[in-house]
């Protein structure tokens, strides 16, 4: 019987492992088993972490630079070049896995560094750039990006606003023509899976300012600073209640007021590793990601590359650190079967520890089950 080509397609394992090294670790589990099976590799990112990894690993090249951090701190990271289509990724530059020493600045971390690599794509003849959305360290509304492309963003007294959310409290006055001309003639796009608006219950400081720090107390008040930023930079009201407004502390803002165009970030980050191309030769899909569970099903990356590898008549299975959807569940997303990391280690905190060993574990398990052998029976 001739060998089923598998591709494998999955998320990273957040707090553990990226996509690439998923990959690396579920090749070699599976070469061990079924060294017959010919394996295509296509690692996926939804527009968080992984984005320009995604990217690189479909062959765009590296651009190294050095930015200003979240918190003013000079920060080494990545962008992705492929012709004139830039890829970044916020969560590198500026987000909570670029904080110093992971220590929380709700009230001053910035974007400012996100801006600075739009500024160097265009100048690097980028004439579309991507923008990877995601795991952002500050609620700023992206003003620190649009001053880092030439906005000017005042105080009543004239002078341009501090950095964060403390400085947004001070804005009084806005010109966004300078970043508007900056970017004339640039297809802007924001790729995230967030819908949330900028303000109010569902807003980005309500739901996601209590994992950069903010209290109760907080929480209200900076949902406050940014209705009345959002006045200055937004007067006509056009983008401040658009779903996806309020992704990454309200970057996905800044992002729209510049005339970007919102798009999923699965589907952004599966066109740029041309994995529908890729899926042509593949008769079975492998994806996964960190935790199957409800946010899954809700167009992450994982859902995605289920439901094209369905459509396309591929058998999907699945494999992640830990499983929270019930075979139903599952085979409605239409994965066939999924293994996960966490029934095979002691707890979580060693689940992600040997995170490369025990997907070689599983990996020799879809191998064996690739090539029609039963499973080992464990010993005593």
């Not at 209705?227 to 200055?232: F, K, Q, R, S, T």
């Not at 779903?243 to 970007?260: C, H, N, Q, Y």
């Not at 199957?292 to 289920?306: C, N, S």
């Amino acid at each position: 019987m001739t060998p089923r080509t598998l591709l494998l397609a999955p998320d990273k394992f957040k707090g553990s492992l990226t996509a690439a090294e998923v990959v690396a670790a579920l090749t070699r589990g599976i070469s061990a088993t079924a060294p017959e099976t010919p394996i295509l590799a296509c690692p996926i990112a939804d527009g968080g972490d992984g984005t320009v990894d995604a990217a690189l690993a479909a062959g765009a090249a590296p651009r190294p630079a050095v930015i200003t951090g979240p918190t003013g701190h000079e920060r080494e990271t990545t962008w992705a070049l492929d012709g004139i289509t830039a890829v970044l990724e916020l969560a590198d530059a500026v987000g909570l896995k670029a904080l110093p020493g992971g220590t929380l600045a709700p009230q001053t971390a910035s974007t400012h560094g996100l801006g600075e690599l739009i500024a160097r794509a265009v100048d690097a003849g980028a004439r579309q750039i991507v923008v990877g959305l995601g795991g952002s360290a500050s609620t700023d509304a992206g003003a620190g990006l649009l001053q880092a492309l030439g906005a000017r963003l005042l105080t009543a007294a004239g002078a341009p606003i501090r950095p964060g959310l403390a400085g947004l409290r001070e804005l009084a006055e806005v010109d966004l023509g300078p970043a508007r001309a900056l970017l004339d003639g640039i297809t802007l796009v924001a790729a995230n899976d967030v819908q949330n608006p900028l303000l109010g219950p569902e807003g980005t400081a309500a739901v996601y300012g209590p994992q950069k720090g903010l209290g109760p107390k907080d929480v209200r008040e900076a949902d406050a600073v940014l209705a009345a930023a959002a006045e200055l930079l937004d007067p006509g009201a056009v983008h401040r209640d658009a779903p996806g407004a309020g992704a990454a502390g309200g970057a996905g803002f800044a992002l729209l007021v510049l005339g970007a165009t919102q798009r999923s970030g699965a589907d952004v980050v599966l066109e740029l590793a041309d994995f529908d191309t890729r899926l042509q030769g593949a008769a079975v899909v492998l994806t996964g990601e960190g935790r199957l569970d409800a946010q899954t099903l809700h167009g992450k990356g994982p859902a995605e590359v289920a439901r094209r590898a369905v459509a396309a008549g591929a058998e999907v299975l699945a494999v992640a650190g830990a499983i929270d959807l019930d075979t139903a569940q599952l085979h409605e997303a239409g994965i066939s079967r999924a293994w996960d990391l966490l029934s095979r280690a002691a707890d979580v905190p060693d689940a992600i520890a040997r995170g490369e060993e025990l997907l070689d574990l599983v990996g020799r398990e879809i191998g064996r089950s690739l090539s029609g052998v039963a499973p080992e029976t464990p010993g005593p």
